[in-house]
């Protein structure tokens, strides 16, 4: 499925390349990024709350999602910044809803899709993103060095992804300051939190640290602290929420 995913994304590439130098200069006008790593960093578990319509793994989700007003009842909570799924084809996300909660809450924002070429990293800023995920598993080494590089020059901050110890590993090696640790098995869809708790010993004291998947309840929030998290990622929890707000503050009282 990730192979599947990563070539629909490659199908669009030409037109992106091609707008990559407007891209730029669009980015380069706008306002200056927020701090996503500083965001992570306040005392408490942080909370990335993210806008999900639907996954390949869960299906739909939230068809009708109200990008904006969700990422405000986000903002109440307490989230410390904001996830928002761009990919069309297989989460059902767009530039736009980026856009929209961009004009809607003061929070970092984070463009949550499958970034393989350096023009996405401006289209990401073009659109009001502060942050980009790089996901480990589908870059060569010298393309996550490339993407750094570039996140770095648009002043922005990449969450870099990692599924194992040795993709942790790589994105040590490439520098990577705030890693996530993804608690879903990419071939079988399942998720363990043991996963990021058998990671978390290798990312060291200078990385931020973010736990991703499976974390539903203050229960489960509580895990990913104790193994040292600083932040955990949320989504189908909380948009499929009756009142996120409540579930953000909740998570966030984790011990």
């Known amino acids: 499925m990730l192979g599947e995913i990563v070539a629909s994304v490659r199908s669009r590439l030409p037109d992106v390349r091609a707008r990559r130098g407007a891209l730029q200069r669009a980015a380069e006008a706008s306002d200056p990024p927020r701090d996503f790593k500083a965001a992570l960093t306040r005392p408490g578990l942080a909370v990335i709350a993210e806008i ?4 390949p793994s ?4 939230a068809g009708d999602l ?5 990422a405000l009842r986000y903002e109440e909570g307490g989230a410390a910044a904001i996830s928002v799924l761009t990919e069309p084809d297989y989460f059902a996300g767009s530039l736009h809803d980026l856009e929209a909660v961009r004009d809607t809450v003061g929070l970092p924002l984070l463009r949550k ?3 393989v070429e350096p023009a996405q990293v ?7 993103a502060d942050a980009v995920l790089l996901i480990v598993a589908i870059l060569s080494d010298a393309e996550l060095a490339e ?3 570039e996140t770095r020059e648009a002043g922005m901050a990449a969450l870099v992804e990692a599924h194992t110890a040795a993709e942790a590993d790589r994105a040590l090696s490439a520098g990577a300051d705030v890693i996530g640790v993804n ?3 990419l071939t079988t869809f399942v998720t363990d939190l043991a996963t990021a708790e058998a990671v978390a010993p290798r990312l060291g004291p200078d990385v931020v640290r973010v736990a991703e998947s499976g974390v539903s309840d203050p229960a489960s929030a509580a895990r990913m602290a104790i193994a040292g998290y600083d932040a955990i990622l949320v989504g189908e929890a ?3 929420s009756e009142d996120p707000a409540a579930l953000i503050a909740a998570l966030r009282s984790s011990p």
């Open 113 to 115: 899709d499958f970034i």
């Open 52 to 55: 999900k319509r639907r996954s």
């Open 122 to 128: 401006w289209e990401a800023r073009a659109h009001g």
């Open 58 to 61: 869960a299906g739909m989700l």
């Open 147 to 149: 993407l750094m590089a």
């Open 183 to 185: 608690n879903r098995d």
């Open 238 to 240: 909380l948009v499929r």
């Open 66 to 70: 109200d990008p904006p007003r969700w």
